[in-house]
């Protein structure tokens, strides 16, 4: 089994900061992509950022130029770093993972808990 534990939610005033924080733990042979979503009330869940197992990234056009995502491949760890929030930014986050468990095995996607979001005006 693979679990994913995000960190680092909470609620802070619009402008601030928060750096979200995901571990991926279990029978991990290699992890692919990893990133964030997001999903606020009544809303489906949309791809805030991604990044592949080479650094490269990609940003939901929302939070280009605020939000940057990282990792550390020896640590197994996503991080979500929130600069210049808006209360639109208000949502659960969640974490995703996509998971080679065994060499030359499939891959699978695994999700986080979610951690609350929330910037008030």
């Known amino acids: 089994q693979v679990q994913l534990v995000e960190s680092g939610g909470g609620l802070v005033q619009a402008g601030g900061s928060l750096r979200l924080s995901c571990v991926a733990s279990g029978s991990i042979w290699s992890i692919n992509d990893m990133g964030w979503y997001r999903q606020a009330p009544g809303k489906q869940r949309e791809l805030v950022a991604a990044i592949t197992s080479g650094g490269s990234t990609n940003y939901v056009d929302s939070v280009k130029g605020r939000f940057t995502i990282s990792r550390d491949n020896a640590k197994n760890t996503v991080y979500l770093q929130m600069n210049s929030l808006k209360p639109e930014d208000t949502a659960v986050y969640y974490c995703?993972?996509?998971?080679?468990?065994?060499?030359?095995?499939?891959?699978?996607?695994?999700w986080g808990q979610g951690t609350q979001v929330t910037v008030s005006s």
């Open positions: 995703n993972a996509v998971v080679l468990r065994v060499p030359g095995g499939h891959q699978y996607s695994y």
